[in-house]
């Protein structure tokens, strides 16, 4: 059995941002250690009962990891540790915002193993990030990112966002640039999506606020994909960009549709075709609620193992298809995607199946054609 992924949520924030509708909430810092003692126990009875297995993929996200005390986050990693079976070179990334970053969580995330960071930088412009309800600036990206490499952690992701209200095109160049500054070796690019029941939904419905557009969404894309890859980095994913060698193996891991094992409210898992949710409330996981469970059907499993596989900028390999399910892709998908390769969004070539750029523009068109 190959190694699996391991995923932490940790749901506390210095502040809710006006888009996010993550399970994560701002204000709860009392509930921390009773939160960590229930995610110790749960890691404590997941690993037992999926036999202690090996996992070359550690992966914190929230929320914001680094609001967490120094102590509380060794705890959780020692309790993985004890119960999984960590690959001595495997990646460990921890999630953090600017501005919450101090030099004692740095230096514990590195006594822990950890060798990666992930940052939501979003924008270089105050006026954006502030219509976010970022409690960041550009200078609180340079300060965590300066406290991280003096920790020894120099693997460095950056989140960046297009289509904010107020955005230009001039914004997202010298986001770009700002970020590229500070020689990350890895850029997340996303696009704004508008979450019903976030401030930011009501202030859009209201004509409060306006979003650039479809049409300038698309330009920004294309300039992110255009300036990282005239800097050396390559588009592994439709939004993500790394240096090479620098690809988030957690990421590639789940979009190849290995196993991993979620902790944490709102956690998911994938183990042996059996999906798990951990409930979204932090008070319901808090009381102990059991998760959801469901068994994936052969067709289910396959619809996602080609929805998240042509996310690769790589593709499904015809021949990986065929070894997992037993029969081969063509077979299966090819009459459904014949039309997406005579119109030039699928391409099929050295056994390989993936879209092409403008494919990734329009994927979904080429999903629901896939659909039973």
């Not at 509708?21 to 997941?46: K, M, N, P, Q, T």
């Not at 070796?185 to 508008?194: G, M, T």
């Not at 300039?223 to 990282?228: I, P, Q, V």
Request: aromatic share 8%; with cysteine; proline share 5%.
């Amino acid at each position: 059995m190959k190694p699996l992924g391991l995923y932490v949520h940790i749901p506390f924030c210095a502040r809710k941002c006006a888009y996010c509708d993550f399970a994560s909430w701002a204000g709860r810092e009392a509930d921390r250690e009773r939160y960590v003692e229930a995610l110790c126990r749960e890691i404590e009875i997941r690993g037992s009962a999926c036999g202690h297995p090996a996992a070359d993929t550690v992966f914190f996200g929230g929320g914001t990891p680094s609001l967490l005390p120094p102590e509380l986050y060794t705890k959780i990693a020692r309790t993985l540790r004890a119960n999984f079976e960590i690959a001595p070179d495997a990646e460990w990334t921890v999630e953090c915002n600017p501005g919450t970053l101090t030099a004692e969580f740095a230096d514990a995330l590195r006594e822990s193993g950890c060798n990666r960071l992930s940052m939501g930088m979003q924008a270089a412009q105050p006026e954006l990030l502030r219509a976010l309800g970022r409690i960041h600036d550009l200078d609180g990206v340079r300060q965590a990112a300066a406290i991280a490499r003096a920790a020894g952690i120099d693997n460095l992701n950056l989140d960046l966002m297009l289509g904010l209200p107020g955005q230009t095109l001039d914004h997202m160049r010298e986001t770009l640039d700002a970020a590229l500054d500070l020689k990350p070796r890895h850029v997340s690019c996303y696009a704004l999506i508008v979450e019903e029941g976030t401030p930011l939904h009501g202030w859009v419905e209201q004509g409060r606020v306006k979003l650039p557009g479809e049409d300038m969404d698309r330009a920004m894309y294309g300039l992110c994909r255009d300036t990282l890859e005239k800097q050396g980095f390559h588009q592994y994913e439709i939004s993500n960009f790394a240096l090479p060698g620098g690809e988030c193996r957690h990421n590639v891991n789940c979009w190849q549709r290995r196993d991993y094992l979620g902790f944490g409210c709102a956690a998911h898992s994938l183990w042996r075709e059996e999906r798990r949710a951990n409930p979204r409330e932090l008070d319901d996981y808090l009381k102990g609620q059991a998760p959801e469970t469901e068994i994936i059907s052969a067709a289910d499993a396959r619809f996602e193992y080609m929805m998240l596989g042509l996310r690769l900028t790589a593709g499904v390999s015809e021949r990986d298809f065929e070894e997992r399910f037993g029969q081969g892709l063509w077979e299966t998908y090819g009459a459904r995607l014949e039309p997406a390769v005579r119109d030039g969004r699928v391409t099929r070539r050295d056994g390989r199946v993936f879209l092409t750029r403008r494919g990734m523009d329009v994927m979904n068109s080429v999903l629901v054609a896939l659909l039973d």
